[in-house]
């Protein structure tokens, strides 16, 4: 108790390591005794290392800043990597904001599991194969005659083509991306028929004009569906000469066209089993304009519209009626496009 008390050194007991084990004068020490006990001493260490990670990496002010951003962005459609490549002030990876998703931290904002479009279950495929009558002749236009092709030509540009559609009877969504840019555009018909899908080449022909044509659409990848069978409606202008080359992806081979993988997006907007009677082809640029402003991580974060208009101008995407979306103000819901199915239902 006396201030002026100093307690005996020892100079065994003072240094590195610091304790009294295997002491050989320990029997009749008289001073304070230290001793290290492994077994306890990692206890500890366990249990200041599950203590330091309990809870999340964010102080209150952080994560009201967090989720007064990304809940309205997400009732939007957009993905998390969407909002994050767009608020770089979020200081948090993909993976840590999934993870305060899903552990419920942002539910005051009305951020749960629900609200991430990736947690949305598919409705799995039935595959019904049923052969045609008459078999079209493919020969020198098949998948691998268009990898012979790249292999002599690299730097060739690809654009893919496919439809997509809610009901048999129609309307139908001809769909066209521009491989390496990840640019889509999208015409709306009322026949499934090669000649009406022919007819989309005739009016981009007349659009963009025959050399920005022949750069877009000179080589075009498309399924082996019987609206594209007659390949010289496409390949064919209306003064008869060459205008593009058609090639046919193999048989049953989904992964081929990738234009697939981006009906994701057309999807978010328009699900299956909402009708497609209302849609305009307005309207239809406007849910194109949006998908096309969705940055992607595959392009470093930039959208396919910049990637686009840094290769081919604005000009070009503006002959394509596509227009720079704001990337807070993108939707990837049926509420983009409300108006169209409020009509079908008028």
Do not use: W
């Amino acid at each position: 108790m006396c201030p002026r008390y100093k307690e005996p050194s020892c100079r065994r007991r003072d240094i590195s390591p610091g304790a009294c084990n295997k002491c050989t004068d320990l029997p009749k020490c008289h001073l304070d005794k230290y001793f290290y006990k492994a077994d306890a001493a990692h206890e500890a260490y366990r249990a200041t290392l599950v203590k330091s990670r309990i809870g999340i990496n964010l102080t209150e002010e952080k994560r009201n800043e967090i989720g007064q951003t990304i809940a309205p962005l997400l009732k939007q459609g957009q993905s998390v990597y969407q909002i994050l490549s767009a608020h770089g002030e979020i200081d948090k990876s993909i993976r840590a904001v999934y993870g305060y998703i899903e552990s419920g931290v942002f539910k005051d904002f009305g951020v749960d599991n629900f609200s991430l479009k990736e947690q949305v279950s598919r409705k799995r495929y039935k595959c019904i194969c049923k052969p045609r009558k008459n078999k079209p002749v493919y020969e020198g236009r098949l998948y691998k005659d268009l990898m012979g092709l790249l292999d002599e030509e690299p730097d060739i540009r690809i654009a893919e083509m496919d439809t997509v559609m809610n009901s048999l009877q129609g309307p139908y969504i001809q769909t066209i991306i521009f491989t390496g840019t990840g640019f889509m555009v999208g015409y709306i018909h009322k026949q499934k028929t090669a000649a009406s899908m022919a007819s989309t080449f005739d009016m981009l022909q007349s659009m963009l004009g025959d050399r920005l044509f022949s750069l877009l659409l000179g080589i075009v990848l498309t399924d082996r569906g019987a609206e594209f069978e007659a390949f010289d409606l496409f390949e064919k202008g209306p003064d008869g000469s060459t205008r593009c080359n058609l090639f046919y992806c193999d048989p049953m081979q989904s992964s081929q066209p990738h234009v697939e993988n981006s009906h994701n997006y057309v999807r978010d907007i328009i699900p299956n089993g909402y009708p497609l009677d209302g849609i305009t082809q307005d309207d239809l640029n406007l849910a194109f304009s949006h998908i096309n402003s969705v940055p992607r991580k595959s392009f470093g974060g930039k959208t396919p519209y910049e990637v686009f208009t840094f290769l081919y101008g604005e000009e070009a995407a503006g002959i394509l009626n596509i227009e720079r979306i704001a990337r807070d103000d993108v939707t990837l819901n049926p509420g983009l496009l409300r108006h169209a199915f409020k009509r079908n239902k008028d």
